[in-house]
């Protein structure tokens, strides 16, 4: 996720001279350095002291150990943090009572530049640093700010989760197909593009999604008969109760990164 930003952030016009990662792994710091031609450090060190910025991009369960290494080298930046589950008190524990957090639940799409970002941010952050914010992550897509830091568990479930419910939904369909007799990768490519098609019809439209189901199922045809058997089987509730679990979980994970 920290290359898909930086790769991001480069493509629309920041120099990669203003790109510094801590990357401790040898091998993963030198394809970054190479890939995107920014420089990258074993650990961190003072030339945090000089950013406007410092990212957290690691694994949750590294998390706490990271703030740690990087709390002496802050000076009065706004520090980011990606790591899903982490919350801003434990953060700014971690830090040494650091306040300036602004907190970012990306998803995997950011990685092809069509992500969507939760924000919250803490009471210290100002509307520059919110904007500053605001731009990092539209680097990989969309963004949306919340008053909440308890919706960011939703987002979890919404966004951040939701990529895989759409992959699952496209193997059901790639599998139906192929159980109907088309070839698999015709029945991959009509998947994904019916996928593809239909968000993108819904994104430059506007409509609400309800509008743009009816446009397609004409009374008595192919489509309400598959609508039907999708309500019959309660997807829609199913659904719902998927979205819920996830959301529980994401705030279980919370709380078991914030014990020290």
Request: glycine residues 8%; aromatic residues 4%; negative net charge.
């Amino acid at each position: 996720m920290a290359r898909a930003i930086a790769g991001g952030l480069i493509a629309r016009g920041t120099s990669a001279d203003e790109i510094l990662v801590v990357e401790i792994d040898a091998a993963a710091r030198k394809r970054v350095a190479g890939e995107l031609g920014i420089e990258a450090i074993a650990s961190p060190g003072p030339q945090l002291a000089h950013a406007d910025v410092v990212i957290f991009a690691v694994k949750p369960q590294q998390m706490r150990e990271a703030a740690v290494a990087v709390a002496p080298h802050l000076r009065g930046c706004l520090v980011v943090t990606i790591a899903a589950g982490i919350r801003l008190m434990d953060l700014a524990r971690w830090l040494g009572g650091y306040e300036r957090l602004v907190r970012a639940m990306p998803n995997t799409p950011a990685l092809v530049q069509a992500g969507m970002t939760g924000l919250f941010a803490s009471d210290y952050v100002n509307t520059e640093d919110r904007n500053t914010a605001t731009k990092l992550m539209s680097a990989v897509g969309a963004v949306a700010w919340f008053d909440a830091e308890s919706d960011l568990d939703v987002v979890t479930a919404i966004s951040g989760s939701g990529p895989a419910y759409v992959f699952y939904v496209i193997e059901a369909l790639e599998a139906a197909a192929k159980s109907l007799g088309i070839e698999e990768a015709t029945a991959r490519s009509l998947a994904l593009w019916t996928f593809a098609g239909a968000t993108k019809l819904a994104v430059e439209r506007g409509e609400a999604p309800a509008a743009l189901r009816a446009q397609v199922t004409s009374k008595g045809g192919t489509t309400e008969r598959a609508l039907e058997v999708l309500d019959e089987g309660r997807v829609k509730e199913r659904i719902a109760d998927a979205v819920r679990a996830a959301t529980e979980r994401s705030r279980e994970l919370g709380d078991a990164f914030g014990k020290d």
